[in-house]
């Protein structure tokens, strides 16, 4: 048994759940997952906000226990487990490039607030959008140009943002499902980057279970 566990919502519906979780198994870091339904998304009962609080401080998945102690948002949980194993190397070896690791991950974890709201993750979704406002228009080039940009750069040596999977990859991950879910247009290196996040095994595992978990529903 892991002394590590990390506390999720649903695999259909939490974009915060799926980074951590994609991270670990990518980098095959042993853990246990215990899984909490979120009935619904902005408006949870009680006993799940109860559950919740159990298991996070904030109230919110994920969350990452380990032994004594307990590490909430996906960005910092990202950051603990890649100091608890540094032999992975969860960000780029080159400092240039970890340092544009760490500000698009941090621009992933802190903005893109119109997008997210207009398009709900919802991993076993196809949806066609009738058209977006300016504000996700403008979200959604920023990410493209973002894709780009680190690609460009420093995506040599393989087909993620910077090469080898990193934690930046972790945090664009539920973006790659949004744009799949709602049909969003990306250029070629949008398009094979896309490709390339949906075919990690890891990224497959949480579809599967988002499939099962709908099929019960």
Sequence with gaps: MS???LVIGNYNLSSWSLRPWLLLRYFEVPFE??????????????????????????????ALQ?????????????????????????????????ALARAVSAEMHSGF????????MNLTARVKLGGVSKAVGDDVRRV????????????????????????ADAMYAPVVSRFTTYGVETGDVGRRYMDAIWQVPAMQQWLDEAQREVAAT
């Design 3 to 5: 002394d590590l566990v």
């Design 33 to 62: 997952t215990l899984r909490i339904e979120l009935e619904v998304p902005d408006d949870k009962p009680p006993h799940v906000k109860a559950a919740i609080r159990a298991k996070s401080p904030s109230g919110r998945v994920p």
């Design 66 to 98: 380990h032994c004594e102690l307990t590490v909430w948002d996906s960005l910092a949980i990202a950051e603990y487990v890649s100091e608890l194993f540094p032999d992975r190397q969860m960000w780029p070896a080159d400092r240039s490039a970890r």
């Design 113 to 120: 607030s119109d997008l997210r709201h207009t398009m709900w």
């Design 144 to 167: 493209q140009q973002i894709w780009t940009d680190c690609r460009t750069r420093f995506g040599h040596g393989g087909p993620f943002l910077f090469g080898r999977f990193s934690i």
